[in-house]
């Protein structure tokens, strides 16, 4: 089945080291999309990818960052990653052929102790 | 600006009990609708959507309405179970049908507990 899927499930960090979380999927959708979700609030959207040009939110703190290699694969780069950075992150990919509905992952928990 | 307005949460029912959780939006145009539910610990699934006015999307029991007159997309299921306990978000895409590229705008959520 074509799919979304993220790695790890769930990943604990310390305070300050780096940590990458990685998203891949196979609907070859050109558009990927990084979520950040806090104990059952609404998605918060990070940036996104489409094809290859990047876009940022507004309110997106430097300290997180993206890389998408190809069309397949996208990658959350957390650089220095603090308490309040703890949450479920969301990987959703969409396209035109299916009218821009965005199919999501599983997620991420990332715990920074 | 876009916007999904939800009703405030959580829902307790009782198991075989009717839900309804309202929704409303704003937006320009003719957006898509959708409603998604998230099970404890997981992702986001996409649970009906509505594409334009008088749609009723529906899946596992839920159905949905897009209205456009009264701007509102209620999620109702007639007989709850237990393992319909979820956070449930309502949702909606600018995509003037399905061929302009929009960002997604949720609404708050609703926690929904259902007891034997």
């Known amino acids: 089945d074509a799919m979304v899927i993220q790695n790890p499930r769930y990943q604990v960090t310390q305070f300050g080291k780096p940590v990458t979380l990685s998203c891949s999927q196979t609907?070859?959708?050109?558009?990927m999309y990084w979520y950040q979700q806090k104990s059952s609030q609404a998605p918060k959207l990070l940036f996104h990818?489409?094809?290859?040009?990047?876009?940022n939110e507004a309110d997106t703190p430097d300290n997180f960052q993206s890389r998408r290699p190809n069309t397949s694969f996208c990658f959350l780069d957390i650089r220095s990653p603090g308490l309040g950075d703890a949450a479920m992150y969301l990987c959703?990919?969409?396209?035109?052929?299916?009218?821009?509905?965005?199919?999501f992952g599983p997620g991420t928990r990332l715990t920074v102790t | 600006g876009n916007s999904v307005t939800q009703m405030e949460g959580p829902v307790t029912l009782s198991e075989e009990a009717f839900l309804t959780i309202n929704c409303t939006y704003t937006a320009t145009g003719y957006p898509s609708l959708f409603w998604y539910v998230q099970y404890p610990g997981e992702g986001l699934q996409l649970l009906l959507k509505?594409?334009?006015?008088?749609d009723k999307g529906s899946n596992k029991g839920f159905e949905a309405t897009y209205r456009k007159e009264t701007t509102s997309f209620h999620l109702e299921k007639g007989s709850v179970q237990v393992s319909d306990s979820a956070v449930y978000f309502c949702?909606?895409?600018?995509?003037?049908?399905?061929?302009?590229?929009?960002?997604?705008?949720f609404g708050q959520g609703t926690i929904l507990t259902v007891h034997p």
């Open positions: 959703a990919t969409s396209s035109l052929r299916d009218s821009y509905e965005q199919y």
């Open positions: 990818y489409y094809d290859k040009d990047f876009n």
């Open positions: 609907l070859n959708h050109n558009v």
């Open positions: 949702a909606l895409l600018p995509n003037a049908g399905g061929t302009s590229y929009g960002k997604l705008t």
């Open positions: 509505a594409t334009k006015a008088d």
